[in-house]
Protein backbone atom coordinates (compact mmCIF):
# COMPACT_ATOMS: atom_id res chain seq x y z
CA UNK A 1 0.00 0.00 0.00
CA UNK A 2 1.57 3.54 -1.12
CA UNK A 3 2.14 5.88 1.56
CA UNK A 4 0.24 9.31 1.83
CA UNK A 5 3.54 10.76 0.90
CA UNK A 6 3.55 8.54 -2.07
CA UNK A 7 -0.02 9.55 -2.97
CA UNK A 8 0.02 13.14 -2.53
CA UNK A 9 3.83 13.13 -4.61
CA UNK A 10 2.13 11.25 -7.65
CA UNK A 11 -0.47 13.31 -7.27
CA UNK A 12 0.98 16.73 -7.54
CA UNK A 13 2.47 15.52 -10.59
CA UNK A 14 -0.01 16.83 -12.70
CA UNK A 15 -1.34 19.23 -10.52
CA UNK A 16 2.06 22.04 -11.16
CA UNK A 17 0.44 24.79 -13.05
CA UNK A 18 -0.70 27.92 -11.30
CA UNK A 19 -3.89 27.79 -12.85
CA UNK A 20 -4.64 24.15 -12.51
CA UNK A 21 -4.00 24.16 -9.24
CA UNK A 22 -6.06 27.66 -7.90
CA UNK A 23 -8.98 25.86 -10.28
CA UNK A 24 -8.29 23.03 -7.88
CA UNK A 25 -8.63 24.48 -4.42
CA UNK A 26 -12.55 25.51 -5.73
CA UNK A 27 -13.51 22.69 -7.67
CA UNK A 28 -12.28 19.65 -5.30
CA UNK A 29 -14.41 20.97 -2.71
CA UNK A 30 -16.87 21.58 -4.72
CA UNK A 31 -16.99 17.75 -6.38
CA UNK A 32 -16.40 16.83 -2.79
CA UNK A 33 -19.33 18.71 -1.22
CA UNK A 34 -21.69 17.79 -4.19
CA UNK A 35 -21.32 14.29 -3.72
CA UNK A 36 -21.72 14.03 -0.67
CA UNK A 37 -24.75 16.32 -1.21
CA UNK A 38 -26.22 14.31 -3.68
CA UNK A 39 -25.22 10.79 -1.11
CA UNK A 40 -26.91 12.87 1.64
CA UNK A 41 -30.16 13.10 -0.54
CA UNK A 42 -30.49 8.83 -0.19
CA UNK A 43 -32.52 8.47 3.26
CA UNK A 44 -32.28 5.68 4.95
CA UNK A 45 -35.14 4.18 6.86
CA UNK A 46 -33.79 3.94 10.25
CA UNK A 47 -32.49 6.78 12.85
CA UNK A 48 -29.50 6.30 15.14
CA UNK A 49 -30.14 8.26 18.67
CA UNK A 50 -33.26 9.97 16.99
CA UNK A 51 -30.62 11.79 13.84
CA UNK A 52 -32.21 10.28 10.23
CA UNK A 53 -29.67 8.55 8.54
CA UNK A 54 -28.64 9.17 4.96
CA UNK A 55 -26.27 7.05 2.52
CA UNK A 56 -23.87 10.04 2.94
CA UNK A 57 -23.00 9.56 6.11
CA UNK A 58 -22.28 5.87 5.93
CA UNK A 59 -20.07 6.28 2.94
CA UNK A 60 -18.24 8.99 4.36
CA UNK A 61 -17.60 6.80 7.60
CA UNK A 62 -15.86 4.73 4.80
CA UNK A 63 -13.88 7.45 3.09
CA UNK A 64 -12.91 8.84 6.72
CA UNK A 65 -11.26 5.46 7.83
CA UNK A 66 -9.75 5.33 4.54
CA UNK A 67 -7.71 8.75 5.39
CA UNK A 68 -7.14 7.56 8.86
CA UNK A 69 -5.44 4.40 7.20
CA UNK A 70 -3.34 7.04 5.47
CA UNK A 71 -2.51 8.90 7.86
CA UNK A 72 -3.08 9.32 11.62
CA UNK A 73 -3.51 13.24 11.65
CA UNK A 74 -4.43 14.18 8.02
CA UNK A 75 -8.16 12.21 8.31
CA UNK A 76 -8.95 14.92 11.37
CA UNK A 77 -9.20 17.94 8.92
CA UNK A 78 -10.69 15.34 5.88
CA UNK A 79 -13.50 14.83 8.73
CA UNK A 80 -14.20 17.86 9.92
CA UNK A 81 -14.39 18.73 6.17
CA UNK A 82 -16.48 16.53 5.74
CA UNK A 83 -18.67 17.16 8.72
CA UNK A 84 -18.74 20.52 7.17
CA UNK A 85 -20.22 19.46 4.11
CA UNK A 86 -23.03 17.68 5.89
CA UNK A 87 -24.34 20.42 7.74
CA UNK A 88 -23.74 22.51 5.00
CA UNK A 89 -26.70 19.83 3.09
CA UNK A 90 -29.09 19.94 6.27
CA UNK A 91 -29.04 23.82 5.89
CA UNK A 92 -29.94 23.75 2.09
CA UNK A 93 -31.90 21.01 2.26
CA UNK A 94 -33.89 22.74 5.23
CA UNK A 95 -34.13 26.26 3.68
CA UNK A 96 -36.36 24.76 1.20
CA UNK A 97 -35.04 27.77 -1.42
CA UNK A 98 -33.79 24.91 -4.06
CA UNK A 99 -33.83 21.21 -3.98
CA UNK A 100 -30.04 20.00 -2.61
CA UNK A 101 -29.92 16.95 -5.70
CA UNK A 102 -30.62 19.83 -7.53
CA UNK A 103 -28.61 21.94 -6.24
CA UNK A 104 -25.56 19.48 -6.47
CA UNK A 105 -26.05 18.80 -9.59
CA UNK A 106 -25.28 21.89 -10.79
CA UNK A 107 -22.12 22.38 -8.75
CA UNK A 108 -20.82 18.89 -9.65
CA UNK A 109 -21.26 19.90 -13.15
CA UNK A 110 -19.79 23.24 -13.40
CA UNK A 111 -16.90 22.15 -11.36
CA UNK A 112 -16.15 19.26 -13.27
CA UNK A 113 -15.88 21.79 -16.42
CA UNK A 114 -13.68 23.64 -14.17
CA UNK A 115 -11.31 20.39 -13.38
CA UNK A 116 -10.99 19.58 -16.64
CA UNK A 117 -9.89 23.26 -18.27
CA UNK A 118 -7.45 23.11 -15.64
CA UNK A 119 -6.12 20.23 -16.88
CA UNK A 120 -6.42 21.44 -20.37
CA UNK A 121 -4.24 24.14 -19.21
CA UNK A 122 -1.97 22.27 -17.53
CA UNK A 123 -1.23 20.13 -20.40
CA UNK A 124 -1.79 16.55 -18.33
CA UNK A 125 -4.45 13.81 -17.87
CA UNK A 126 -6.54 14.20 -14.27
CA UNK A 127 -5.19 11.71 -12.07
CA UNK A 128 -8.15 9.29 -11.48
CA UNK A 129 -7.91 8.17 -15.29
CA UNK A 130 -4.36 6.53 -13.93
CA UNK A 131 -6.26 5.42 -10.22
CA UNK A 132 -9.54 5.86 -9.68
CA UNK A 133 -8.44 5.95 -6.07
CA UNK A 134 -6.82 9.50 -6.90
CA UNK A 135 -10.58 10.69 -6.23
CA UNK A 136 -10.07 10.74 -3.09
CA UNK A 137 -6.37 12.18 -2.41
CA UNK A 138 -7.47 15.13 -4.15
CA UNK A 139 -9.35 16.64 -1.11
CA UNK A 140 -5.86 14.85 1.19
CA UNK A 141 -3.41 16.65 -1.28
CA UNK A 142 -5.45 20.17 -0.99
CA UNK A 143 -5.63 19.77 3.31
CA UNK A 144 -2.03 18.80 3.46
CA UNK A 145 -1.49 22.17 2.14
CA UNK A 146 -3.84 23.28 5.03
CA UNK A 147 -1.82 21.52 7.37
CA UNK A 148 2.07 22.59 6.00
CA UNK A 149 0.57 25.79 6.38
CA UNK A 150 -0.29 25.75 10.44
CA UNK A 151 2.84 23.25 10.45
CA UNK A 152 0.92 20.25 11.28
CA UNK A 153 2.77 17.67 10.22
CA UNK A 154 1.03 14.40 8.04
Known amino acids: MKTIQQWLSEYGESHQDHTN??????????????????????????????IPVNVAMLVLILAVV?????????????FLFAVLCLLLCQFIE??????????CVIVFVVAWI?????????????????????LLIGPAWLMSFIYKRLGIGL
Open 66 to 78: YYFSLSRTLWIGL
Open 114 to 134: GQFYGHKVEGKKPSFFKDIQF
Open 21 to 50: KTIHWICVPSIFFSITGLLYSIKLPFEISG
Open 94 to 103: RSGFVPLWLF
